[in-house]
């Protein structure tokens, strides 16, 4: 701070160069009880930083603890001694104003360590002069409007580290407190029979992690920035807002965990858990607000035995251990992303992944901030460059494993309905479903399990016989393939009870890995060997599918769970052996067009006339087979979740995105299969459509409807509108599905928002990861919750969100499509 003077005749003046290089610089004699007023100007350097009088701080000098000669001022601060007197120093910087209390001969050097040799270069230039001894010994306040701007300007660039900080661990802390997703993982981990102590504890050390290096690196972003000297801090800034703020940020998740406990419904059922995390929150709270007291009683009774360690040793401790660790956690998580998201579970997962952030994200942000280097902006610009050249998401892309590549050897769609029609059994009515099944992360996938089981289940396993093809969305998918799969591995005698629990498993875990981890190093280390968060994803579904059926029919070729078939002869031993035709649906980014990936070939060729399905043939544009986890996320490439998968349409390079993007209700392609089925297999058929989804209900309109829907809407609209119109498309498909059914029976198994003992709304969350509370949240609304195969649900609790008028829909609807499958045109269900 450059403070001016209005020097009279009386002044003494004096000038003169302070060399970077070398000794201190004499300024001549001083007395005592005179007061100098001084001011710098220039640019030195010190070995390649540049910066001027009044000097700079890096974040990774004080973390380490390399202190200069005055710990409490900036590095190459230009400062000021008696020579020969006491060893007092005087700060000087860029200006300041000192009454000096001996006197002496007054010397002038840059603070650095003198220890570490000779380095530095260039010279600022000093004036300094002497006031008449008069007036007050404090320094006057500048009051200054420019000046103080300066200043609240020089304060914020300095805590900008602490400011990313916050907004990180805030950021985590709203998704806990507020959002649905949140509550359901804070549910998952502290109460949740189906992770156990394992996971509570998993969550609880994930959470002091984050916490801990929250205040480690907002305390270390402080003493950069203003000095380890607390009674300084006064000059510059509020001592109990650098004291406090990294403290309140470490504690927020603690505080949003208990808020997130305290709005779950049937609270009483995870006091003990509740009093836990605020135990651990209250110690954690203490333990930071002691810590220097306890500190200093440590060293003192470690100096009983001898020298005891400096603040800034124990400093470098600290902070090489969490960088250490840190280091440990990104290796293991890189090489086997599976076992450490499942290991640890989601949240916990989110905290160690922030945490690591932090350190990284603070360390580059502050030091570009002190050497004015903007280091964020050339880190973005590298990833961006990277970005155009490097790609890891490539369809089916295996960084530590075999691809699937193999040729897919397919049908037609005609051939598929001839080979199902030949095997139905005479003298029972043609009765040919097919089910569309809405997108919606794990609460899609396991709605879609729990219908396709409970229909099987009902109709003693006649369902499947007349279910020809699924079309899903998203994470409907990963329940229509799931069931498939278990058919083909069980055919006999299914086993519901696995299916359920293997589309309600933590996957959100394992793609979280993939992305706070070893795709986000991608970004910058473009290295072969590193998964991106798809395939992580994918090989969890995999790990999860091989743990409950002991095989891998997911991390083999998709194809491969078509029906049992020799399409060149149509013949197949039973009906009994008929699986659904898979047809997962994507869309293009390109060409915002679907993309369905299946075991038929289903476009015939255009030169001989149109195609079957306006569609996109996805494996015909690949070339080659994937593995079924791939093809379940190539129609579940939830935005950010999971990345976009970069594929070749001959030379044309596209990438496929969630198939909700088109048609969320995935009704559109059972409409187009429902037509042709019906012109090739003639007019005494009888066409089912199950459309599988969820009821989004009516928008509540609040007193803020109107302001949110005006907000920024110059800017907002664009994105608003698509959003918006992307919805829109859906219900007109589902309208026209129900309206038009075209001569096929329509039937809607709907889940919905129930309501908890309060009465209020609650719904389960769309996410990769379900509490067991949600499963049964979910299970409810068939109408079959006591279903004996149901394991786990025995000795459940009653749902925390129960619709019974929802549930006997439903189960109303169960029973319509067995009095179809039983007496065909001649049921009166599901005509309009």
Request: charged content about 20%; proline content about 4%; some cysteine.
């Amino acid at each position: 701070m450059t403070q001016a003077a209005q020097v009279s005749p009386q002044v003494d003046v004096r000038e003169a160069m302070v060399s970077a290089h070398g000794g201190s610089t004499s300024l001549g004699r001083v007395k005592a009880g005179e007061t100098w007023i001084f001011s710098a100007s220039g640019r030195w350097r010190d070995g390649w930083i540049p910066c001027g009088p009044g000097g700079y701080s890096l974040l990774i000098y004080d973390m380490l603890g390399w202190t200069c000669e005055d710990p409490g001022q900036p590095r190459y601060c230009l400062m000021a001694r008696i020579a020969g007197g006491s060893r007092q120093l005087y700060a000087i910087g860029n200006g300041a104003k000192h009454t000096f209390n001996a006197s002496g001969d007054l010397v002038a050097f840059p603070n650095n360590d003198r220890r570490a040799g000779r380095n530095g270069q260039g010279a600022v230039k000093l004036v300094m002069a002497r006031l008449p001894a008069i007036g007050s010994d404090e320094p006057a306040k500048d009051v200054d409007c420019l000046y103080r701007y300066h200043r609240l300007r020089d304060w914020v660039d300095r805590l900008v580290g602490l400011g990313l900080i916050a907004v990180l661990v805030g950021a985590v802390s709203f998704l806990l407190a507020v959002l649905p997703q949140g509550l359901d993982i804070v549910r998952l981990a502290t109460g949740d029979d189906s992770t156990g102590y394992g996971g509570a504890f998993a969550y609880l050390v994930g959470l002091l992690i984050l916490s801990l290096q929250a205040w480690t690196w907002g305390r270390l972003v402080v003493i950069s920035s203003f000095g380890s000297d607390r009674e300084a801090w006064d000059e510059v800034a509020s001592k109990t807002f650098l004291n406090w703020a990294p403290r309140l940020i470490a504690l927020l998740p603690f505080a949003a965990t208990l808020i997130a406990m305290a709005r779950i419904p049937n609270f009483q059922k995870r006091t003990l858990a509740f009093a836990v995390v605020a135990l651990l929150a209250l110690a954690l709270a203490i333990a930071l607000h002691k810590r220097v007291e306890w500190t200093q009683a440590a060293r003192a009774w470690a100096g009983r035995w001898g020298e005891a360690a400096s603040d800034a040793a124990l400093r470098r401790g600290w902070v090489l251990f969490c960088l250490f660790g840190g280091v440990a956690a990104f290796v293991f998580a890189t090489c086997s992303p599976v076992a450490f998201g499942r290991g640890l579970g989601s949240p916990a997962v989110v905290f160690v992944g922030t945490a690591l952030l932090i350190s990284g994200a603070t360390l580059l942000v502050q030091t570009g901030v002190n050497l004015r280097i903007p280091l964020v902006i050339c880190a973005l610009v590298w990833a961006l460059l990277m970005g155009l050249v490097f790609d890891d998401h490539a369809i089916g892309r295996r960084a530590g494993g075999r691809q699937i590549t193999d040729q897919a050897i397919r049908a037609s769609l005609g051939e598929a309905l001839s080979a199902w029609d030949k095997i139905q059994p005479p003298g029972k009515p043609r009765v040919l479903v097919l089910l569309a099944a809405r997108g919606g992360a794990s609460r899609a996938g396991y709605w879609t399990a729990a219908t396709l089981a409970h229909l099987d289940d009902a109709t003693a396993q006649e369902f499947r016989a007349h279910l020809f093809a699924t079309n899903s969305v998203s994470g409907g998918s990963l329940g229509a393939v799931g069931f498939a799969a278990m058919l083909k591995a069980s055919p006999e005698k299914p086993d519901y009870a696995k299916l359920l629990d293997f589309v309600g498993r933590d996957h959100l875990a394992s793609a979280l890995t993939g992305l706070l981890f070893s795709d986000l190093l991608y970004r910058f280390a473009p290295l072969p060997f590193l998964p991106d968060h798809a395939e992580t994803l994918e090989r969890s579904w995999e790990t999860a599918w091989a743990e409950r059926f002991g095989n891998d029919d997911l991390a083999r070729g998709f194809t491969r769970l078509a029906p049992d078939m020799n399409f060149a002869n149509s013949k197949l031993d039973t009906a009994r052996n008929w699986r659904p035709l898979l047809f997962v649906q994507g869309a293009s980014e390109g060409t915002g067009t679907r993309l369905l990936t299946s075991a038929l070939s289903f476009a015939d060729n255009r030169a001989k006339g149109p195609a079957e399905i306006d569609a996109r043939d996805l494996l015909a544009a690949l070339g080659h087979d994937v593995a079924a986890s791939t093809a379940i996320l190539d129609g579940a490439r939830f935005p950010y979740v999971s990345p976009s998968g970069t594929f070749r349409d001959g030379g044309t390079l596209d990438h496929v995105i969630d198939g909700g993007y088109f048609d969320n209700s995935g009704a559109e392609a059972i409409r187009e299969i429902a037509r042709i089925a019906r012109a090739r297999l003639g007019a005494d058929l009888t066409i089912v459509e199950i459309l599988v989804g969820y009821d989004d209900g009516e928008p509540v309109a609040h007193w803020y409807s109107d302001l949110l829907t005006s907000l920024g809407d110059d800017l907002l609209a664009p994105p608003k509108g698509l959003a918006a119109a992307m919805d829109g498309h859906e219900k007109h498909i589902q309208h026209e599905t129900t309206a038009n059914p075209e001569n096929a029976r329509v039937i809607q198994i709907t889940l919905g928002g129930g309501h908890n003992s309060n009465g209020a709304i609650c719904e389960p969350p769309m996410d990769w990861a379900l509490s067991e509370q949600a499963q049964l949240d979910i299970e409810a609304q068939t109408g079959f919750s006591n279903t004996e195969w149901l394991g786990k649900y025995e000795k459940a609790a009653a749902p925390d969100c129960q619709d019974a008028k929802r549930s006997q829909a439903n189960r109303d609807a169960f029973a319509c499509v067995a009095d179809l499958l039983a007496r065909g045109e001649q049921s009166t269900c599901g005509r309009r």
